[in-house]
């Protein structure tokens, strides 16, 4: 079982027994099979999420990433 920072593609890989079962890259999040969540989702638009998410600095290191 892994999370893979793959460079390349710009995506976190998450890999169980060997095969790739989701992706989280700048398109949005891939998963192969099932999702369960206990709460909501809700379709807030990509400007609301975008402010949200840049309302919160990125550590030092990781400046670039943005």
Known sequence: MAMIK????KAFRFVIDG???????????TVLKDMTY????????????EKELNATALPK???DAR
Request: hydrophobic content about 40%; overall charge negative.
């Open 61 to 63: 290191g990781d400046r």
């Open 6 to 9: 793959d460079e390349e593609l």
């Open 38 to 49: 206990g709460g909501a989702l809700t379709d807030a638009g990509s400007a609301s999420v």
């Open 19 to 29: 095969k790739e079962v989701a992706r989280i890259d700048a398109a949005g999040v």
